[in-house]
């Protein structure tokens, strides 16, 4: 059966076909990037609400910064594995629109060769400066002495990640793309955190795409998809994109 064959009502017979690709910690898991929820995942080292928190960062700045500093340079050292390349592929070859939509901060889509990418929770490698509001590139540690390259004033630069209790980005563009694609993947992530975690039951109240988890193991939320397939993203990920290419 073809990836597409369940789609319901694709619109207009001349319309492009759109797929949506919800991407999480586990895709970059082969990477030696560390997951949240897993045995050893980093919600089980460090408490979330200490480290990804705007109350945790008012609180104690610096062991926010010393936590996103080590994940920054550990970060630089890391390469995209074949699930990275293979969704490059399929965002190159594919005759139509493909969105990745990623929970994670890290640039390794990009790397990858990815183009089309939403990063809903932030980038890990730019800072904000929440004096004036300036978002740069950033590679090296940051403390509270660091001052802002625009406006000057220390004590104001974190980390442009999205924290808990705070709005994710470009929420609207992502609804619009979900509304209209024929096609959701979700792949490496558990879902445990929303809205990225709700997207798969907005698609199948909409009844319009097909939807696939693509994960180590099944996630909480994968009887609400209409497929599921298991295994390392290094394996099957690739082999799902060759199955929609051909
Ligand atoms: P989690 O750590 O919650 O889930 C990772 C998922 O990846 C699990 O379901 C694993 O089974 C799966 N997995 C692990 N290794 C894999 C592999 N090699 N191949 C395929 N799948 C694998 O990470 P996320 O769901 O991404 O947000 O977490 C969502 C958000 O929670 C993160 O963006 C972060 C975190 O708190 C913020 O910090 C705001």
């Known amino acids: 059966m ?20 919800l991407t999480g910690a586990g895709i970059s898991a082969e990477s030696g990037l560390g997951t949240f929820r897993d045995k050893d995942g980093i919600w089980t080292r460090v408490n ?24 920054r340079q550990n970060l630089q050292d890391a390469e995209p594995n074949d699930a990275h390349k293979a969704l490059a592929r399929l965002e190159a070859e594919f005759d139509g629109e493909v969105l990745i939509v990623t929970q994670n901060v890290d640039d390794l889509h990009e ?25 740069c590139v950033w590679l090296e540690d940051i403390s509270l002495e660091t001052p802002c390259p625009v406006c000057k004033t220390s004590h104001y630069l974190r980390p442009h990640v999205v924290w808990f209790g705070e709005m994710p980005f470009e929420m609207g563009r992502i609804d619009a793309a979900l509304t209209t694609c024929d096609l959701f993947l979700s792949i490496g992530t558990s879902g445990n955190v929303y809205p990225a975690a709700g997207y798969v039951a907005q698609i199948r109240e909409m009844g319009r795409a097909r939807s696939v988890e693509l994960n180590l193991e099944p996630s909480e939320g994968a009887t609400m998809f209409d497929d599921c397939i298991n295994g390392p993203a290094t394996e099957i990920v690739p082999a799902f994109v060759d199955q929609i290419l051909t």
């Open 2 to 21: 073809g990836v597409f064959t369940m789609t319901q009502n694709s619109g207009p017979s001349n319309s492009r076909r759109s797929i949506v690709i």
């Open 48 to 71: 979330l609400e200490d480290v990804a928190t705007p109350e945790g960062f008012a609180r104690d700045p610096v062991m926010v910064h010393d936590f996103y500093n080590a994940r």
């Open 111 to 135: 790397k990858g060769g990815a183009k089309n990418i939403i990063h809903m929770h932030g980038e890990l490698l730019k800072i904000r400066c929440g004096n004036c509001g300036h978002v």
